[in-house]
């Protein structure tokens, strides 16, 4: 560890710009939701589920993460999830979120795009009246389905767009390129949404290009691989344009084979607008603190290096200057 223990870690605020809902899953949930809902589940205890996450790759942990997510069924499962998932970042001092959802996951198993949506929505607006908690909603395109799978679910969010702030694109990176999704990005855009995508996560630097270019984002999520390309990465510090960097993640699915090896210190001393989330921390072991922590054991974090990616994923928010400016003064004055 560093000059940085758990504790300091874990009270300093913080934003996360990268979580998926389904991903904060946890096994203990996931069980409880099985049980009340009459859902079959291929574990029978917390080893067995242990066992089982061991991913190789991206595309393992996406067929135990679909898996998962076949116990969320009625509009209060979707509101339990999200409400764990605050209650989580209430005890990391995690001020604000911006949570993807995946409508997909769940439409294709004949749920209403309105049971899904209006659960974590109940869960948010609770998170920031009972736990002053603030959000913004993301809406996730799965990229290994069809852009006419996307078009018809872009449909069914125009009823819910007060709301959503932005739409973005996960799933299986490799041979689904972010272009693919170009006209469906354009309506979303239309209709007033803000635009983010996973790129350069396990596919190469030339998706962070067409993410930029063509889905003419304002994040890029994870955008590791830029470190690939140094005119990009010029570009990426020219622009500013955010990366939302999750390390846990990364040396879960083997993006880097340790966390030592991790370049997101480098980029940020190179003046990359770099973030540090958690992606899907049930999966991966460990939500904000536990991700800022192990920079701190492996790369030897700095407080000031913390206060600045902070700092970063303020910038980086959805929210009002105004919004900004208040977070950024509480983070100035935590010492
Ligand atoms: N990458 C792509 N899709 C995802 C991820 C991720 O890290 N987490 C959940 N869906
Ligand atoms: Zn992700």
Redesign the pocket.
């Known amino acids: 560890m560093s000059e940085i223990n758990f504790d300091w870690l874990n009270k300093l605020p913080k934003v996360e710009l990268?979580l998926?809902l389904?991903?904060s899953l946890e096994p203990q949930l996931m069980f409880a939701l099985a049980k009340r809902n009459s859902v079959d589940l291929p574990y029978k205890s917390l080893e067995q589920v242990q066992e089982a996450y061991q991913f190789n790759n991206?595309q393992d942990?996406?067929n135990i993460?679909y898996q998962g997510a076949e116990v969320l069924l009625l509009e209060q499962d979707f509101y339990d999830l999200t409400w764990a998932y605050l209650s989580k970042c209430q005890q990391q001092n995690v001020l604000h979120v911006e949570p993807?959802f995946?409508p997909q996951t769940h439409t294709a198993r004949g749920i209403d795009f309105s049971t899904v949506i209006n659960g974590i929505n109940r869960a948010l607006v609770d998170g920031e009246s009972k736990l002053g908690i603030s959000s913004e909603l993301i809406l996730?395109f799965?990229?290994h389905l069809s852009e006419d799978d996307a078009l018809i679910t872009l449909q069914q969010a125009v009823p819910y767009l007060d709301k959503l702030k932005a739409v973005g694109l996960?799933?299986?990176?490799k041979g689904h390129p972010p272009e693919k999704f170009s006209r469906v990005f354009a309506k979303a855009r239309e209709l007033g949404l803000l635009t983010v995508a996973?790129a350069g996560?396990?596919g190469p630097a030339e998706y962070i290009w067409t993410a930029l270019n063509d889905l003419q984002v304002s994040r890029v999520?994870?955008g590791v691989s830029a470190t690939s390309d140094q005119a990009l990465l010029a570009h990426l510090i020219t622009t500013g344009m955010p990366l939302t960097i999750?390390p846990l993640?990364n040396t879960k699915?083997k993006v880097f084979s340790d966390m030592s090896e991790h370049t997101v210190l480098e980029m940020l001393e190179l003046g990359v607008c770099v973030t540090v989330n958690s992606?899907?921390p049930a999966?991966f072991g460990g939500y904000m603190t536990e991700n800022f922590v192990a920079l701190a054991d492996s790369l030897a974090m700095t407080k000031a290096q913390a206060k600045q990616l902070v700092s970063n994923s303020i910038k980086s928010s959805f929210i009002s200057l105004e919004s900004k400016d208040k977070l950024q003064q509480i983070l100035a004055d935590y010492i």
Do not use: I, Q
């Open positions: 990268h998926h389904e991903g991206l942990f996406l993460y993807f995946d996730c799965l990229r996960d799933s299986s990176e996973h996560e396990e999520d994870h999750c993640s699915l992606d899907d999966y």
